[in-house]
């Protein structure tokens, strides 16, 4: 059943041209060779047949793509082969965690059919969560120098969730990009009428 593995099996027949964002499965299959690398896995090769298929899912670019959808698909390419590579080089004792813990077994409980949780389980978790804040930050970073700004915003961070179909799941946490207040100074005000 879970055999074999096909990067390029989506909802269209298996076509990586007719979805022009579509990078879930190797998103997800770094992902996971990432933080099963991070998490202690033995075997380099699970690690580097995903880092494969993430790179050959990447590498094949749709037909048509504005340069905005270029840029993106070169980000996540490189990004993903940043995080693989950093997971394969990673070494620790898992000691010191960047994200607390107990705030990461909280959230896991949150759910109802969570009784238990192995004591890796919050580990691995802790490293998809860096993973994910280390993209979403990355992709917001983008929205901001195309913008030339040097500070991130939260129109950054909600732009760099609408431009990729695999943060959709973010819809309802992330407010919308609004457009600029105006400007108290030049917004006109009624001028009350003489008497």
Known sequence: MYD??????????????????????????????????????????????AAAAAVAAAAAPPATLTPQQLQQQQFAQEFWEEQIIAAEQFDSDFKNHPLPLARIKKVMKSDPEVKMISA??????????????????????????????????????????????QFDFLIDIVPREEPPKANKRSSTREDPAPE
């Open 120 to 165: 890796e389980a919050p580990i691995l978790f802790s490293k998809a969560c860096e993973i994910f804040i280390c993209e979403i930050t990355r992709r917001a970073w983008l929205h901001a120098e195309e913008n030339k700004r040097r500070t991130l915003q939260r129109s950054d961070v909600a732009s760099a969730s609408s431009r990729s179909d």
């Open 4 to 49: 074999s593995y096909h990067p390029t099996s989506s909802s269209s027949g298996g076509d990586p041209k007719a979805e022009p964002g579509a990078d879930h499965s190797s998103a997800a299959a770094a992902a996971a060779a990432a933080a099963a690398a991070a998490a202690g896995a033995t075997t380099a090769t699970t690690t580097q047949a």
